[in-house]
């Protein structure tokens, strides 16, 4: 391998690096601030109870808004990594190592160019280009890119999953499931429900005709009826 593609290796494992790096950051930012956008708006349509119109644009703002954090922080770096598309070059790289390395500040940089200076270059430039190189070759660029700083990131991320996971053991989490089951279905019409529930207790629900026959109600929720009535056939009657 000629010194000149042994640069050019070393920079492409940076750049491979510092976009899996992006990844990793994106994923702890896509995935938070999607949890956080989520609870927003779920929320929101939950203690607002909207008509069908203002459903079916909050349903988009939400697609709209997980798209667009999905395609930032997560599919363009994952793109990047795959050779997609126009990806960080080498002079851009070598400033990035530069600051890291400030012994090498401009060593780099100035390498490639001279690199670029003629694509004939004579015997004593070309001698002067390698010992440049060769004088790089123990500096470890890959190590300006540190996975370990994406730690303070993590907050993004924990506390959203936090939140979700409190609604969930407290057992409110209908707040987020019917909310959500309302905006998917925009377009129908959701009546509220009623704050209790009627509970049968009679086990057995068969009489002779004429016969009189008890029925027997819990209600449980947070608050109870005025009064019930059951309807029949030829009527209602009201229950004691």
């Known amino acids: ?10 920079l492409e494992v940076f750049i491979r690096k510092y976009y899996v790096n992006r990844l990793i950051k994106g994923l702890i930012y896509g995935l938070g601030l999607g949890l956080c956008y989520l609870f927003i708006l779920t929320v929101a349509e939950y203690f607002g109870r909207f008509g069908s119109d203002t459903r079916f644009v909050l349903l988009l703002a939400l697609v709209a808004g997980l798209t667009g954090i999905l395609g930032y922080y997560i599919l363009y ?5 795959f050779n997609l598309g126009n990806r960080l070059g080498y002079d851009k790289a070598a400033r990035i190592i530069g600051k890291h ?6 060593k780099i ?7 670029t200076i003629s694509t ?8 002067s280009i390698d010992q440049r190189i060769q004088g790089l070759s123990p500096v470890p660029f890959s190590n300006a ?5 994406n730690k303070k990131y993590w907050p993004v991320l924990v506390v959203p999953v936090l939140v979700f996971t409190g609604i969930f ?5 209908d707040v987020v499931s019917e909310s959500g089951k309302r905006l998917a279905a925009y377009n129908e019409e959701f009546l509220p429900e009623a704050p209790f529930d009627f509970v049968l207790k009679n086990l057995e629900l068969t009489g002779e005709q004429g016969e009189d026959v008890t029925f027997e109600l819990d209600f449980t929720g947070s608050s109870t009826p005025a009064d019930a009535e059951i309807v029949l056939a030829n009527g209602n009657a009201r229950m004691v």
Request: negative net charge; aromatic residues 6%; glycine residues 2%.
């Open 77 to 81: 770096p994952l793109a990047k990594l």
């Open 101 to 106: 390395f400030p012994d090498v500040d401009d």
């Open 120 to 127: 004939a270059q004579s015997d004593l430039l070309k001698a």
């Open 169 to 173: 053991i407290s057992g409110r989490w």
């Open 145 to 149: 890119i540190d996975f370990s700083e």
């Open 109 to 115: 940089l100035n390498t490639l160019q001279l690199q």
């Open 1 to 10: 391998m000629e010194m000149k593609d042994a640069l050019r290796e070393k």
